[in-house]
């Protein structure tokens, strides 16, 4: 991530293009999921899953998202502050 919000700040992006999570489709699952574990086995490797670590995925314009490519964050390393906006 350009603009990292945590220490560890990593992104899982598919290689196949859906704009955001409203816009993915029946038969999607797997790679939703799939980049879900993806997302956890990053937060392992990072050191992350003990103290805990958060995924996102900002889904349109008043939810934070920029780029329109499904992509999931990985954030840890520090406490996180919730509600987180």
Known sequence: DTKPQAPTHALVIPRAH???LADAGE???AL???LLRVAARIARDE??????????INTGA????????I???VLG?????WPPG
Not at 62 to 69: I, P
Not at 77 to 81: H, P, S
Request: hydrophobic residues 35%.
């Open 18 to 20: 859906i704009a955001s």
């Open 27 to 29: 038969g999607e699952e």
């Open 32 to 34: 939703l999921g799939h």
């Open 47 to 56: 050191g992350q899953a003990e103290g805990g670590f958060r995924t996102v």
């Open 62 to 69: 008043d939810a934070g998202q920029t780029v329109f490519h």
């Open 71 to 73: 992509h999931v964050h």
């Open 77 to 81: 390393g520090r406490k996180l502050a």
